[in-house]
Structures are given as structure tokens and as C-alpha cells.
């Protein structure tokens, strides 16, 4: 009781703040992670869409991320101010880093909504 009264007496008094960032973008993908339990043929398998990135660090490499779809949005925007970047923002009282919000920002028709591959052409 007395830790929890405590850590209480930090968040408010001190103040708590949301956490952002900004990174550069290099590389975005949308798909689909298939999980699964299974205990002696019993259990079940489920999927969650997922955006997997590529994110630029600090020292010059690159490391792949992926993050739930539905805490996601992407902005094609018709001018970006530098090459595309992604903003992330955790609210102070949320303790489950899934649940961080992620903005991805890309040129504008960078999406392709619709395709169609014609294997006869390769013939």
C-alpha cells in the first residue's frame, strides 16, 4: 500500500509526461501475423495486422519494428518536408507499449490500393 501511495505521490506531484519521438522512415510494409496455442491437438490461431517499418537509428543502421495496425495511421502527404518519417506518442498513463500511437508519413500515391499480377505475361 505504501509503494503504491508513493508512486502515486511521484506521477502526480512531479507531473507525467507523454512520450514522443520522430525517426526517418525507410521502408513500410502492412501484413498480417498469424499467431497460435495449441496443447495435444486442442487450441486455437488467430491474426492481428500489423505494420512492419524500417526505421532509421541514431548511429546509421536500420532496424525492422512491426506495430499493431489499429493504434496506426498513415498520411500521404503531398508535400513532405524531408524524406518520409514516422511520429510515435505514448500517453504517460498508458503502461502497454502496443497501445502507442504511430503516425507514418509518406509521399502521396506511394499506397497502391489495388493490384493485379498477370502470370500469363511472363510466358
Known amino acids: ?5 508513493a508512486c ?5 506531484v512531479l507531473g507525467c509526461e507523454d512520450k514522443t519521438a520522430r525517426g526517418e522512415l525507410a521502408a513500410l510494409r502492412i501484413g498480417n501475423q498469424v499467431e497460435g496455442n495449441f496443447l495435444l491437438g486442442i487450441g486455437s490461431i488467430g491474426g492481428s495486422p ?4 524500417m526505421r532509421k537509428l541514431s ?3 536500420y532496424r525492422v519494428t512491426s506495430h499493431p495496425a ?6 500521404e502527404d503531398v508535400v ?5 518519417y514516422y511520429t510515435y506518442r505514448m500517453s504517460a498513463w498508458c ?9 507514418f508519413h509518406i509521399p502521396a500515391g506511394a499506397i497502391v490500393h489495388d493490384f493485379s499480377v498477370d ?3 511472363f510466358n
Do not use: Q
Open 95 to 103: 503502461l502497454c507499449p502496443e497501445r502507442a500511437e504511430y503516425e
Open 50 to 53: 500489423k505494420i512492419y517499418f
Open 80 to 84: 513532405l518536408p524531408e524524406r518520409p
Open 1 to 5: 500500500m505504501i509503494v503504491f501511495v
Open 119 to 121: 502470370l500469363n505475361d
Open 59 to 61: 548511429g546509421g543502421g
Open 70 to 75: 489499429a493504434y496506426s495511421t498513415i498520411f
Open 8 to 12: 502515486l505521490f511521484v506521477l502526480v
